[in-house]
């Protein structure tokens, strides 16, 4: 996803993640594959229950963490970017 996207981002309503310790474990029947997120990609999936775009989570996780703005869009962008690609979250377009 690019860094300076406006489009929201949620998760999938027909995907169901575990919590294990600090992660979110998810698992991919299509694929037959286990997808684990680390505890600060299980704050991200927790702040995906509904539309958000990639400057409201950032905002978000730079409360939470000591994390400079570049590094946190950068980080997230990625980490959506792969969660799209595996079907977890949805991206909307904006109209």
Known sequence: MS???????YS???V????????????DERVGKYFAT???G????????RPMSME???VALMEAYEVDRNTCF???SQFLGKMA???????QTPE
Not at 3 to 9: F, I, K, L, P, Y
Not at 42 to 49: M, N, T, Y
């Open 12 to 14: 999938r309503s027909n």
């Open 16 to 27: 169901q993640g575990s919590a294990l310790g600090d992660e979110i474990v998810f698992f």
């Open 56 to 58: 409201e989570i950032c």
């Open 38 to 40: 680390g505890s600060v």
């Open 85 to 91: 690609e595996i079907n977890l979250v949805e991206v």
């Open 74 to 76: 950068a980080q997230v």
């Open 42 to 49: 299980a704050d991200i999936w927790a702040l995906l229950e």
């Open 3 to 9: 860094q300076d996207s406006n489009h929201a981002v």
